[in-house]
């Protein structure tokens, strides 16, 4: 099984250049570990956090709690991801994330972070990478959300989670983890649950899609990635991935 150090290390070499040394230093941080079950908060909105968390199984969800108590979810994460690092930059969250089906976690103090940042910034650089990516993550879904139909929403969804599954190893055959509910599809998207419904069923007779107990399955990855217009050049990557 992958350490704390391995699985971040891999995780920021995917858009950065890590030296020996810089990676030497990544495996010096120390951390907590945390299990959370499905649902569970890992931070709360308003959240004023002394340390960074790190996914190391399951998946994680960033969303908004609105007043009503709905949730606009902004992206998902899964292992590898520091879905919090945004923390280390500003003094109070203005998000929440949460387990989606149960994760683990391990915990690094921001103040160890910060002082890799001075002696290694190569490594801190590549941390505050992730956090742009995220901001690029969080742009696609703005688009994604207010100039596509329902289907190709949705496309884009799936595209985008199976292909960041596969850069991080996640991929079972042509099948990853997406353990979220109808419901929370539709948070993450701006859809009714009917509007949900039916957008799955007609990706599903397309044979584009399978989406059943948590488990996304990719029937045709080519055609998928057209409905969708999905593009994974925002994901920032060093190397594109062939699927």
């Not at 391995?6 to 570990?33: F, M, P, W």
């Not at 009503?68 to 280390?88: E, I, N, V």
């Not at 969708?228 to 991935?241: C, M, Q, S, T």
Request: hydrophobic share 40%; glycine share 8%.
């Amino acid at each position: 099984m992958s350490t704390p150090n391995e699985v971040l290390t891999r995780k920021l070499k995917e858009h950065s250049s890590l030296s020996g040394d810089d990676i030497a230093e990544l495996s010096r941080l120390s951390y907590q570990r945390r299990r959370l079950d499905p649902n569970e908060d890992l931070i709360r909105q308003g959240d004023k956090p002394d340390v960074a968390a790190l996914v190391m199984s399951g998946m994680v969800g960033r969303y908004h709690l609105l007043k009503d108590g709905r949730r606009q979810y902004l992206s998902f994460h899964k292992r590898g991801d520091l879905p919090d690092a945004q923390s280390l930059f500003l003094d109070r969250m203005d998000h929440a994330v949460c387990a989606i089906g149960g994760a683990e976690m391990v915990l690094i103090p921001h103040v160890e972070i910060r002082r890799m940042f001075e002696r290694r910034p190569a490594a801190g650089f590549a941390i505050w990478r992730e956090t742009l990516i995220d901001a690029a993550i969080f742009r696609e879904a703005i688009t994604n959300n207010s100039s596509r139909t329902p289907r190709a929403r949705m496309a884009h969804l799936f595209c985008e989670i199976f292909y960041r599954a596969r850069i991080g190893g996640l991929i079972d055959g042509n099948s990853c983890d997406f353990p979220v509910s109808q419901t929370q599809i539709g948070e993450t998207l701006g859809m009714a649950i009917a509007t949900v419904s039916r957008t799955l069923q007609a990706l599903r007779r397309a044979r584009l899609i399978e989406f059943r107990g948590g488990r996304l399955a990719v029937g045709d990855w080519n055609r998928l990635t057209v409905q969708g217009d999905f593009n994974p050049e925002y994901l920032h990557l060093k190397r594109a991935v062939r699927i």
